[in-house]
């Protein structure tokens, strides 16, 4: 059992930045993947980010490369999710989940949590 708990989302004006952490328990986390995934009204979740275990490989969608980072601190049992130059369409509920995979492509997410919202203004 692994419980995630996100903070750090608020509203911010275009072309600011934010940080989300998320904070897992238990005693294995440096072997999950971490995914930041995000939800907009209407549509459908999209993975966002993905770290491995040691944090040697990273991925990003297309509508955040240049701007987002994901990056771990195992011995903090956190992930965090740096965003800077942020855009309205970035709005949306963000979620940190926890999975396991042998691969960036191959990864099968075991635990959600409950979500922050984040709103851009224009």
């Known amino acids: 059992q692994v419980q995630l708990v996100e903070s750090g989302g608020g509203l911010v004006q275009a072309g600011g930045s934010l940080r989300l952490s998320c904070a897992a328990s238990g005693r294995t986390f440096g072997s999950y993947f971490m995914g930041w995934h995000r939800q907009a009204p209407g549509k459908e979740r999209e993975l966002v980010a993905v770290?491995?275990?040691?944090?040697?490989?990273?991925y990003y969608v297309d509508s955040v490369k240049g701007r987002f980072t994901i990056s771990r601190d195992n011995a903090k049992n956190t992930v965090y999710l740096q965003m800077n130059s942020l855009k309205p369409e970035d709005t949306a509920v963000y979620y940190c989940?926890?999975?396991?995979?042998?691969?960036?492509?191959?990864?099968?997410?075991?635990?959600w949590g409950q979500g922050t919202q984040v709103t851009v203004s224009s």
């Open positions: 989940a926890a999975g396991t995979g042998f691969s960036l492509a191959l990864i099968s997410y075991l635990y």
């Open positions: 770290i491995s275990p040691s944090g040697s490989r990273t």
